[in-house]
Nanobody, 116 residues
């Protein structure tokens, strides 16, 4: 079955960096775009970054443009989200997502807390 498993979250000080990973299984990973979403307490889930199946094109929310970088390694069935210059407002649960054969699949999320 399709599985998306996030890792790499944690507590970091403002201005710090974290790298999230999303390990995928149960489908032909190289054929599908992958997205990172986040949901902060009391807020709606929002799209943070997207990457196409080949990795040739990426998109970012305005709020993270220039600070976050999404990438993928199709040999390892893994997508990464490098997060630099983190701000307290980046605090959220970060989710990996993909639409596979018309169905939405989500990971369980990894918590990122940016605080001094």
């Amino acid at each position: 079955q399709v599985q998306l498993v996030e890792s790499g979250g944690g507590l970091v000080q403002p201005g710090g960096s974290l790298r999230l990973s999303c390990a995928a299984s149960g489908f032909t990973f190289r054929n599908y775009a992958i997205n990172w979403y986040r949901q902060a307490p009391g807020k709606e889930r929002e799209l943070v970054a997207s990457i196409t199946s080949t990795g040739g094109s990426t998109n970012y929310a305005d709020s993270v443009q220039g600070r976050f970088t999404i990438s993928r390694d199709n040999a390892k069935n893994t997508v990464y989200l490098q997060m630099n210059s983190l701000k307290p407002e980046d605090t959220a649960v970060y989710y990996c997502h993909s639409i596979i054969r018309y169905f939405n699949y989500w990971g369980k999320g990894t918590l990122v807390t940016v605080s001094s």
